[in-house]
Nanobody, 121 residues
Framework: QVQLVESGGGLVQPGGSLRLSCAASGSIFSISAMNWYRQAPGKEREMVASISSDKTTNYLDSVKGRFTVSRDNAKNTIDLQMNSLKPEDTAVYVC???????????????WGKGTLVTVSS
């Protein structure tokens, strides 16, 4: 099994910055894509940023230029640096990853429990 644990959420004023981290642990053989999703109250979950094992990145249009995703393949971690935060960025941010626990089993999708980011004055 693979566990994903997020950290770094909190309350920040508009225009401020936060850095989220997610660590994958357990019996990990390999991780392919790692992603950050978010879900705001009353809204559907949306993917904010993704990063492949070769560190190719993709971003939600509304966060391009403000958020930066990175990963450390040796430590099985993914970070999300969030700058110029806006009230509309308020949401629970959830880490997601495709991982396999052995060479002969397929990749499975795993989710963390999320961390709350609140952008408010």
């Amino acid at each position: 099994q693979v566990q994903l644990v997020e950290s770094g959420g909190g309350l920040v004023q508009p225009g401020g910055s936060l850095r989220l981290s997610c660590a994958a642990s357990g019996s990990i053989f390999s991780i392919s894509a790692m992603n950050w999703y978010r879900q705001a109250p009353g809204k559907e979950r949306e993917m904010v940023a993704s990063i492949s094992s070769d560190k190719t990145t993709n971003y939600l249009d509304s966060v391009k230029g403000r958020f930066t995703v990175s990963r450390d393949n040796a430590k099985n971690t993914i970070d999300l640096q969030m700058n110029s935060l806006k009230p509309e960025d308020t949401a629970v941010y959830v880490c997601n990853a495709d991982a396999k626990v052995t060479a002969w089993l397929p990749f499975r999708n795993y989710w963390g429990k999320g961390t709350l980011v609140t952008v408010s004055s």
